[in-house]
Nanobody, 126 residues
């Protein structure tokens, strides 16, 4: 079983950047599909970005395309989310999650992810 710990959240102004990290322990990260998710105030949890085990394919929700980049370093057991041009509507706790059993398919349905971190808060002021 893999354990996930997110870091890198904080309070920034609109237009600024943050980089979130998700460090894994317990199992090799390279065996999992990975994703970043968020749950804004009064909203359902949504998939922000996802990446295949190999890192060669990615998915982004429309609202972050061109601004966010997901990446992974399997040697360091870490997944990243680079967030640029942040907007107040990006404010939310951000969670990373891992999914097993899908080979190198690109998956982004949050119901398929079975290991979750505790989250890191991102707050963007206008």
């Amino acid at each position: 079983q893999v354990q996930l710990v997110e870091s890198g959240g904080g309070l920034v102004q609109a237009g600024e950047s943050l980089r979130l990290s998700c460090a894994a322990s317990g199992r090799t990260l390279g065996t999992y599909s990975m994703g970043w998710f968020r749950q804004g105030p009064g909203k359902e949890r949504e998939t922000v970005a996802a990446i295949t085990r190999s890192g060669d394919r990615t998915y982004y929700v429309d609202s972050v395309k061109g601004r966010f980049t997901i990446s992974r370093d399997n040697a360091k057991n870490t997944v990243y989310l680079q967030m640029n041009s942040l907007k107040p509507e990006d404010t939310a706790p951000y969670y990373c999650a891992a999914a097993s059993g899908f080979g190198d398919y690109l998956i982004y349905n949050l119901r398929l992810f079975n290991y979750w971190g505790q989250g890191t808060q991102v707050t963007v002021s206008s």
